[in-house]
């Protein structure tokens, strides 16, 4: 997929991939060059490769990944906590009403997962068919302040203080996480846990 204005960085010669729900809006907005360019979408690998192979081929790529269960919960507060709309595909959420009942949802219609980009597994965004990572670097939510400090060093500019933006804690939406929640994520997301290195189950924070 590519979006309208894709998250390409000339004056860095760097791409950086936005997984939804990954802190990747602070990220983009740091790296901006000046506040003419607009940035914003979900544009994967696949569609950068695809759109602009020159770039692709040449500039710096990378990502941010996140803990999928810390993800998952994320995503499911925002599209919860935002009026049903069809970008955002989430009037299934709605619907359902409750994090369990969702995730039976999923169960029945593992389709949604592709349906819904802010559930979309992550390394559908940053691999190829065969599961091969296509970047360059892949940074870590949970070791945030470390890597940003690595990828400033990497694109040559000044560090400094990543602003909190878009953040789904301010949708105050209970989520029940059963056990049942648990084991589906852990099915669904396998790729995932082994693509950041999570290991399996459990919570990233």
């Known amino acids: 997929m590519v979006y ?12 950086f991939v936005h997984v939804p729900k ?14 003419s360019q607009v940035v914003g979408g979900h544009t994967t690998a696949l569609g950068y490769r695809r759109a602009f192979p020159v770039e692709f081929g040449e ?15 994320s995503a499911f507060r925002y599209l919860r906590g935002m009026p049903a709309q069809e970008a ?16 039976r949802k999923l169960k029945d219609e593992p389709a949604l997962l592709d349906w819904i980009v802010h559930i ?12 091969n990572l296509m ?34 804690g301010r949708f105050h939406v209970e989520c029940a996480v059963t056990d049942e929640v648990l084991e ?8 995932d846990f082994r693509l950041g290195g999570y290991g399996s189950g459990g919570r990233g924070t």
């Not at 309208?4 to 791409?15: C, D, G, S, V, Y």
Request: charged share 25%.
């Open 22 to 35: 990954t802190a990747g809006t602070s990220v983009e907005r740091s790296l901006l060059d000046g506040p």
């Open 120 to 131: 979309m597994p992550q390394h559908r965004f940053v691999c190829d068919g065969a599961g």
């Open 135 to 168: 970047l360059d670097r892949v940074l870590l939510f949970e070791r945030l302040d470390s890597d940003w400090a690595s990828l400033c060093g990497t694109l040559g500019i000044p560090r400094k203080p990543l602003p909190r933006l878009n953040p789904s």
């Open 88 to 103: 955002l595909r989430n009037e299934s959420v709605h619907r359902c009403g409750t994090l369990e009942a969702f995730v």
């Open 184 to 191: 589906w994520i852990e099915t669904a997301y396998e790729a």
């Open 4 to 15: 309208p204005h894709p998250q390409i960085f000339h004056h860095l010669k760097a791409i």
């Open 59 to 73: 500039y710096f790529k990378f990502a941010l990944l996140r803990h999928p269960v810390d993800r998952f919960l």
